[in-house]
Each structure stands twice: as structure tokens, then as C-alpha cells.
């Protein structure tokens, strides 16, 4: 198969009459070797069901439908999105393996399919909520390689008492365990944006509990990071009534009540949640 390069991407944005929006956060793919890293790095097989977010004008798709059995492609830009199946005719011998879906991933509920591997370069803007809103609805995800901005990714891999450990990173880790997978240069995107970008890989876990429980360790996540400087019982004191009755609540949960969010894992945060749950 031949794959996209940069004077093939420029020459099919023109055709488009194309400009890449900054509001979508369009930064095309324009190496080919890069796109089959990744695809290398993801572990894709041939009994894998790609999913990709944002495909734009199909650099990485061609490199998934190398591989996988099947890809799904969501892209929010109907331009591109009509764009995709005519590319993949083009390009491969197995078009009728793509399915291109135009919509937004945020608004995924369910999918037709069951996708296996996420791998996408996904848009600078929205690259957190639409990680974690993919592990949420598509349990059948089990591993991926996204690529995100720099510090979003090192956000999402980084471990307790670091200065890059925070929502992201604990959300993240109450379905899969999540760590960096190298750099990429600015030079394989099309326009090159002002930042680095990093791969981030995960592979699925079983959740620590139900949907209860992840919707209570969440909203403790986020009192807890909200002021990072305060002291457990003072960040959790008005979910419990006052910072007496949340230091009751974390010392019956064997947490010290003078420790900061950014010390705890998910499991620790977890337990904070079942023992409030318990009072």
C-alpha cells in the first residue's frame, strides 16, 4: 500500500480547498514512516479492530489498514470524513475494511463495532476528555497509542508525588495503565504547531469498582486537585461537612488527612470514596 506523504497531503488539502482549522486542531501527519511507527508501537495485528480519532486526510488510516483487520475512523469535519473512503480506494487494495463515521467522539455512546486498539493523533484541544471518554463507553478498547501535546502526555503517564501528577493521571489509571512511548518531531505535522508532541500507550485493567464508585473517587479527584497546595481534610471538607469530619473520614480510610492529592494513587483515592460511602 502505498502510504501519504507531504506533497500528497498538501496537493489533496488543496483539492478540498482546505485550510487546517485551529479550532479543530488540524495538524496533519505528513511522514509515513512516523504513521507506521506507531502503528508498530500499538502492537496493531490482524485481528484487530482500529479505532481512530480525527483521521484528517488519512496518513495514519492507510498505515492501520496495513495492518488491522478492520478500521474505524471518527472524524468531526464532513470534508473529511467524505474524503476518507475515496482516499482508501486510491491507496489500498482493501477499502471495504474502513468504515468512516461522521461525528464528534465526544458524543460516541456506543459503536456498531467493537473496537480492540485505539491509536490516533488525537487534537491538541480536546485530547483528555476524549481519552477518557473512549476507556468510559468502549470497553472493548483494550490497548492504544495516542498522540498527544507534550505536557498532556508526561500528565497522563506521570505517577504519584510528581509535579506533572493530576486529574488526568489519576482518572486515567482507573481503567488502564498508561506510560509515555517516545517523542515526535514538529516536523512531521502539516501546518507544524508551536508545540512537542509525545505517544502515549496504555493497556486496559479491570476497573477497582462499579459506576458508583468511579463517580464518587472522581469528584474526590477533582476537590482534591482543585487548590493542589491544601491539605486533604481542608480540599475534602466540603464534601463532608467541614474538615473535621473529612480528616474522620480519611484516617477511618487509613489515609493520612495532612497528605496533598498528588500523593495518593487511584487506589488510595478509592478507598477514601468506599469509606465515605460506608459513613
Request: hydrophobic share 45%; proline share 5%; glycine share 6%.
Amino acid at each position: 500500500m502505498s502510504l501519504l506523504g507531504a506533497s500528497e497531503i498538501r496537493a489533496l488539502a488543496a483539492s478540498l480547498d482546505l485550510k487546517p482549522s485551529k479550532s479543530l486542531g488540524q495538524n496533519f501527519v505528513i511522514d509515513a514512516n512516523v504513521c507506521r511507527k506507531i502503528v508498530r508501537t500499538a502492537g496493531v495485528t490482524s485481528t484487530d479492530v482500529a479505532l481512530e480519532i480525527g483521521p484528517g486526510l488519512g496518513s495514519l488510516t492507510l498505515a492501520l489498514m496495513e495492518e488491522a483487520h478492520s478500521v474505524v475512523a471518527v472524524e468531526i469535519d464532513s470534508r473529511l470524513a467524505t474524503q476518507l473512503p475515496i482516499t482508501a480506494k486510491l491507496h489500498s487494495d482493501h477499502p471495504e475494511t474502513l468504515t468512516v463515521i461522521n461525528q464528534d467522539a465526544l458524543s460516541i455512546k456506543e459503536l456498531a463495532f467493537a473496537p480492540t486498539v485505539l491509536v490516533a493523533n488525537l487534537p491538541y484541544n480536546v485530547s483528555v476528555p476524549v481519552f477518557l471518554h473512549l476507556l468510559e463507553v468502549l470497553p472493548t478498547l483494550r490497548t492504544g497509542v495516542v498522540m498527544v501535546q507534550a505536557e498532556v502526555a508526561d500528565r497522563l503517564a506521570a505517577k504519584p508525588n510528581t509535579r506533572e501528577y493530576g486529574i488526568p493521571s489519576v482518572k486515567a489509571a482507573w481503567w488502564a495503565s498508561v506510560t509515555g512511548a517516545g517523542s515526535v518531531s514538529r516536523s512531521i505535522f502539516w501546518p507544524a504547531p508551536n508545540v512537542d508532541s509525545k505517544l502515549v500507550s496504555f493497556t486496559r485493567r479491570e476497573t477497582p469498582g462499579d459506576e458508583e464508585l468511579r463517580k464518587k473517587v472522581f469528584a474526590i479527584i477533582d476537590l482534591a486537585f482543585a487548590q493542589r497546595r491544601k491539605m486533604l481534610r481542608s480540599a475534602l471538607s466540603s464534601m463532608y461537612g467541614g474538615s473535621g469530619a473529612a480528616e474522620k473520614v480519611l484516617s477511618a480510610a487509613g489515609i493520612d488527612p495532612t497528605l496533598r492529592g498528588e500523593a495518593l494513587d487511584i487506589a488510595a483515592f478509592c478507598k477514601i470514596a468506599q469509606q465515605g460511602l460506608e459513613s
